[in-house]
């Protein structure tokens, strides 16, 4: 019985020093910014190249899509390195890896040259960066802010003992601003598994650049949530005796590692820098609109005709013809089911790529999903789910409207009636309705949503599973070979059963 008692103490002190400093601290007053006016910016580089172009097409944005993962990145070193004037940087997930320190350090270099420095990140996202964290924050002219933050820092994730319904709702957004002329948004986060820089998990993604008058609503919706009460100036909750040394320190070792040494050689060789120079980096000008939530969405706040998806339903039109989806978390409930179901019976294509369970990297939501294909599949909604590719010959990303090269589908897309395309950070889950704030663009091209349509019939049978029902009703998965599987490609006999109790769960508002 003693020991019983002494277990129970030992976990009650335990509880309580996890639980010790869990109160957000009072907001103290804020440094007031907002974004860069144009008139400010006229004089730099990125201004005296980029604004001509804008004037001369009559309120139209230009945009580029990104492919590929080292465009991405470079496109990102390259934003940072141009910019004379601001950087406003919003983000969910910064790993502490190489492609994460060389970003912070690019942003570091940037303020050395003077630019102002607005980095807002989600803390639940910013494992083991408080000392750089710190490091940015102490120059003059950065300013760190964490949104939704978690004020123990030794024990971070202990708020959801005490907080679950604010701490399980996250800022989604993913953006970077230059000089407030030219924004790049879309799926990828901050990671080495974002950027091929990894031979663990890679991720297929798709992002978008854009410049335009598309670019300064981007601007005042970073404000928005800049401005939220919820985003702390990082130095009210971090205190940390750091100097800039730690951060050179840590991008010596990152440049010092002999595993990063190619990948390193592959982002100087990359050929998006020559294409920016050379002028040969062509945007298509297009309509095209912001669509986001308002910070105010994480508080639990009804936003109304202000929410992301009634944005979405207000710039996108119905579906008519087509509707063409891609994401990796696809969980749609059955209002969600219901919805699509109604499309296809008025004639609608209706097309789905999400991730297998052998390339899925939240069993959980796989296990969502599944519960729904049989559903779908019976009204003669066609699904494909994306192949865990391995092998290099299946890494030709350069062929894709978002690269092939991942392990894992993370691009979020998709097109309507093959006239307008949504790019941004929104899942088709619950979580991104009802949980998380999310942002992204809607492009008025054409020519990008038919891309989309025909990355379907073209390019999916070589890189994903084709899922039907077979004349009694149970799931196959085709291969472009034309070999028919009648299991699950990755299951197994515990993971079919893991899979079937998650699936019963009542957890899927949290997915």
């Known amino acids: 019985m003693s020991r019983i008692r002494h277990s129970i103490c030992l976990f009650g002190i335990v509880l309580l020093v996890m639980l010790q400093g869990c109160s957000l601290p009072a907001l103290q007053p804020r440094q007031e910014s907002t974004f860069i006016p144009l008139f400010e910016v006229e004089d730099t580089g990125l201004g005296r190249g980029i604004l001509p172009l804008v004037e001369a097409r009559n309120g139209l944005s230009g945009y580029y899509p990104l492919t590929d993962s080292l465009d991405a990145f470079a496109a990102r070193m390259l934003m940072i390195y141009a910019a004379e004037r601001s950087l406003d940087v ?14 912070l350090g690019a942003l570091y270099d940037s303020a050395e040259r003077g630019v102002r420095v607005r980095l807002l990140l989600d803390d639940h996202g910013t494992a083991d ?53 030219v924004a790049l948004g879309g799926g990828r986060n901050i990671g080495d598994e974002y950027f ?126 087509s509707l063409d989806i891609v994401s990796p978390y696809f969980v749609p409930g059955k209002k969600g089911v219901d919805a699509l179901v109604a499309l296809q019976r008025r004639g609608v294509q209706v097309r789905v790529l999400t991730n297998a369970r052998e390339s899925t990297d939240v069993l959980a939501v796989h296990a969502g999903y599944a519960r729904y294909r049989k559903a779908l599949l019976r009204e003669g909604i066609e699904l494909y789910e994306m192949r865990r590719h391995m092998h290099q010959d299946e890494r030709d990303e350069k062929n894709q409207l978002w690269g092939s090269s991942g392990t894992s589908l993370h691009a979020k897309t998709f097109a309507i009636n093959r006239q307008r395309v949504f790019i941004g950070s929104f899942n088709f889950d619950p979580r991104s309705v009802f949980l998380n704030s999310e942002m992204g663009f809607v492009i008025h091209s054409p020519p990008l949503a038919q891309a989309i349509s025909a990355t379907f019939t073209e390019a999916l049978p070589a890189v994903a599973y084709r899922v039907t029902l077979s004349e009694t009703g149970r799931l196959q998965w085709h291969l472009a070979n034309g070999v028919v599987l009648d299991r699950e490609p990755g299951s197994g006999f515990w993971g079919n059963r893991l899979l079937n109790v998650l699936s019963i769960l009542p957890i899927e508002g949290l997915l």
């Open 90 to 103: 919003q983000y969910y997930i910064w790993r502490r890896d190489l492609t994460g320190v060389l970003l």
């Open 129 to 181: 960066l408080d000392d750089l964290l710190t490091v940015l924050n102490q120059h003059p002219n950065i300013e760190v802010r964490l949104f939704n933050p978690y004020p123990n820092r030794r024990f971070k994730y202990s708020r959801f003992l005490w907080d679950p319904h604010l701490a399980n709702r996250r800022m989604h957004n993913k953006s970077i601003i230059a000089d407030n002329l």
């Open 196 to 321: 091929g820089a990894t031979d663990g998990i890679l991720f297929s993604d798709l992002d978008v650049l854009v410049v335009g008058p598309v670019v300064q609503e981007t601007s005042a919706d970073f404000d928005q949530f800049w401005q939220s009460p919820l985003s702390y100036p990082s130095d009210q909750l971090i205190d940390l005796d750091v100097t800039e040394d730690v951060l050179f320190m840590v991008l010596m070792d990152k440049y010092r590692a002999p595993n990063n040494a190619h990948y390193l050689q592959a982002v100087i060789n990359n050929e998006l820098l020559a294409r920016v120079v050379s002028g040969d980096l062509m945007l298509q000008w297009v309509d095209v609109d912001l669509v986001s939530d308002s910070p105010v969405k994480i508080k639990g706040h009804e936003q109304g005709d202000a929410s992301l998806v009634a944005q979405l339903a207000e710039v996108l039109d119905k579906p008519t013809t």
